[in-house]
């Protein structure tokens, strides 16, 4: 991975660690740097894989936009398989 | 406490517009690869679900490192995380792979010549040598 430090695919390392620290319930839990860039990695894939999948509904509708619907529609697959 | 609790609003705050602001850069990605528009509520609903779906993920991340008696989230726990799609795992593995072997190369290049051999194990081996000395480090 050529962006190492910085940006990881759309998320900052830094962004991550904090998002997943806001979390934790233990404040003695830490992310190491390779957790961090693969978590990032991770977040890419499922928001590119939210917006592909509702692209698809959209365009089974025939439509232009996607709009909350055809995110809706695709929304409880998603979470199963992450 | 008040104050600790305002502060930890704050921060959520910064942390969803940073998560918004990348879910737009990237549904711009995929609007330009299949050809259609996203109306601004469908990519704010997609930051509002990331950044919920980012609580799982941390108290999974947190279960799993304690259950390895680790207080540190290494790579392991993130590909456990990916368990329950096949291909998502994959994709996962591969990446960690890649971290564990340019770590091995950083390495390499601070010690330089003084082991060539190293360079040719497998990428499996790498990932577990680098594994360990995680796991050492944490001890």
Do not use: W
């Not at chain 1, 998320?11 to 957790?35: E, I, M, Q, S, Y």
């Not at chain 2, 969803?16 to 995929?30: D, F, I, M, P, R």
């Not at chain 2, 795992?89 to 960690?96: A, D, N, W």
């Not at chain 2, 010549?113 to 050492?136: I, L």
């Amino acid at each position: 991975m050529e962006e190492r430090g910085g940006r990881a695919g759309g998320f900052r390392k830094d962004t991550v660690d904090r998002l997943l620290r806001l979390h934790f319930r233990d404040g003695k839990t830490r992310v190491n740097a390779d957790a961090q860039l693969l978590m990032a990695e991770l977040l890419k894939v499922f928001v590119r894989e939210a917006a592909a999948r509702a692209a698809r509904q959209a365009q089974a509708e025939d439509l232009e936009k996607v709009d909350t619907e055809q995110l809706e529609k695709v929304l409880p697959q998603l979470l199963l398989d992450f | 406490m008040a104050a600790a609790g305002e502060e930890r609003q704050m921060l959520a705050q910064r942390l969803k517009a940073a998560v918004h602001y990348t879910v737009g850069c990237l549904c711009e990605e995929v609007a330009e690869d299949k050809d259609v528009q996203f109306s601004k509520q469908s990519i704010a609903a997609i930051s509002d679900i990331t950044f919920r779906q980012c609580e799982i993920f941390a108290k999974d991340l947190e279960m799993f490192a304690r259950h390895a008696k680790r207080t540190t989230v290494t790579t392991e726990d993130v590909k456990l995380l990916a368990r329950r799609s096949n291909s998502l795992l994959k994709y996962i593995t591969q990446k960690s792979e890649e971290l564990a072997s340019s770590n091995m190369e950083q390495k390499e290049k601070k010690k330089k010549k003084s082991s060539t051999a190293k360079g040719e194990r497998t990428p499996g081996e790498q990932e577990a040598a680098v594994t360990e000395n995680e796991d050492s480090n944490m001890a």
